[in-house]
């Protein structure tokens, strides 16, 4: 498992059980991934492996393909750039999250006496 995306689960799964925060530093990485739900009775599952594991750890996923691509299309979708993200996951997400931007756009309609606002999401 990557030491880094461990922290990061132990961190997100803190926000979102604030009564364990205390307890979550003081386990080791066996009993956090169990108190997680990441692992079933001790034992690596795939979904822990995408989540957390190294990117040498891919041949444990029976020749799945475990990645997010983040792909930038033109207005005539046309692709015009794009990224892949490896395992872990938990650490990509955060990645490919940061390169997309929202964009507040103020549409006005000729002869008529209202704006609306339209939130977009692109891509920097």
Not at 52 to 63: A, C, F, I, R
Not at 83 to 104: A, G, Q, S
């Amino acid at each position: 498992m990557n030491p880094v995306a461990i922290k990061k689960a132990r961190e997100e799964f803190g926000v979102k059980n604030p009564k364990l925060l205390k307890d979550i530093n003081e386990w080791d990485d066996i009993t956090f991934l169990n108190k997680a739900k990441l692992t079933i009775n001790n034992k690596i599952t795939k979904t822990t492996i995408i989540l957390l594991g190294k990117p040498e750890s891919t041949h444990h996923l029976d020749n799945s393909t475990a990645r997010l691509s983040w792909i930038l299309k033109s207005e005539n979708n046309i692709e015009k750039d794009y990224e892949h993200y490896l395992i872990p996951l938990v650490l990509n997400t955060d990645r490919i999250l940061n390169k997309i931007r929202n964009l507040e756009i103020d549409l006005c309609r000729i002869g008529h006496f209202f704006q609306s606002k339209l939130i977009c999401m692109t891509a920097l």
